[in-house]
C-alpha cells in the first residue's frame, strides 16, 4: 500500500469532483489540513473516515486502497492483495507495540525499584521518603495499566483446545495467572479453561 499513490489518487478524484480541499473536509466533517496530508502520502484515513470519504468521492474502498480505478475482472484480485497488505501492516504494527510493552514494563520496574530504594536507604526527611514512595508505585501502576492494554489489543490469545484466537477483556488480562506473555484464561468459545499463548497470526 503505497500511500504517495493513494494520495494522488485522493486528489485526483476529489478534483474530477470539483471539489476543494476546503469543501471536501467539510463533507467528511474532517480538517482541511488532514485532506492534504493525505494528499501528499503522509497519511491515510482512520477506519471510520474511509466510507464516507469514498462516497464522497465515488469510489470504493478498494479502489481507495488500491489507489486507483478498478476493471471488474481485476477487482478481486487487488481485494485480496489489498487484505493480505492490511494483516501484514497489522502483524508488525502488534510486533511493535509489545516490543514498547516490554520496554515500558522494563522501565516501570527499574524506576519503581530505584525510588523505593533510595526512599528506604538515603538520609531523607520523612515526607521526602513517603513522596518518592508514592510517586514510585503511581509510575509502577501507570506503567503496569499501559503494559496491560498493549497486552490485550495486539494479537491475540489462542485457545489450546479449541484453538479459538480472541481478545480478552481487560479484567480478564489483569487477574489470570501468567508466565511470561501466557496466561491461564477461560476461551469465550468453548468456555474451557487453559494456559494460552500470545500469537500475532
Known amino acids: 500500500m503505497d500511500l504517495q499513490i493513494i494520495g494522488d489518487f485522493i486528489k485526483q478524484q476529489r478534483k474530477a469532483k470539483g471539489l476543494t480541499q476546503a469543501q471536501l473536509a467539510e463533507k ?10 493525505w494528499e501528499c502520502g503522509n497519511g491515510f484515513p482512520d477506519t471510520s473516515l474511509m466510507l464516507p470519504l469514498c462516497k464522497q468521492l465515488g469510489i470504493t474502498a478498494n479502489e481507495l ?30 510486533k511493535q507495540l509489545l516490543a514498547i510493552e516490554g520496554v515500558l514494563g522494563y522501565m516501570s520496574s527499574i524506576t519503581f525499584i530505584i525510588l523505593v530504594f533510595v526512599a528506604s536507604f538515603a538520609e531523607l526527611e520523612t515526607w521526602t521518603r513517603i513522596l518518592l514512595i508514592v510517586i514510585g508505585f ?20 489462542e485457545c489450546q ?3 479459538n484466537k480472541y481478545i480478552p477483556t481487560y479484567k480478564q488480562v489483569l487477574f489470570s495467572m501468567h508466565y511470561g506473555r501466557t496466561r491461564y484464561m477461560k476461551c469465550p468459545n468453548c468456555n474451557k479453561k ?7 497470526k
Not at 487453559?194 to 500475532?200: A, G, L, T, Y
Open 28 to 37: 467528511i466533517f474532517v480538517s482541511e489540513k488532514t485532506i492534504s496530508k
Open 65 to 94: 486502497l488500491s489507489g486507483k480505478k478498478l476493471a471488474s475482472d481485476e477487482y478481486k484480485q487487488q481485494a485480496e492483495n489489498n487484505l493480505i497488505t492490511l494483516k501484514s501492516q497489522q502483524e508488525q504494527s502488534h
Open 138 to 157: 503511581i509510575h509502577i501502576i501507570f506503567g503496569i495499566h499501559f503494559c496491560i492494554v498493549i497486552e490485550k489489543d495486539a494479537g491475540y490469545y
Open 161 to 163: 483446545h479449541c484453538h
Open 194 to 200: 487453559s494456559w494460552q499463548k500470545k500469537v500475532i
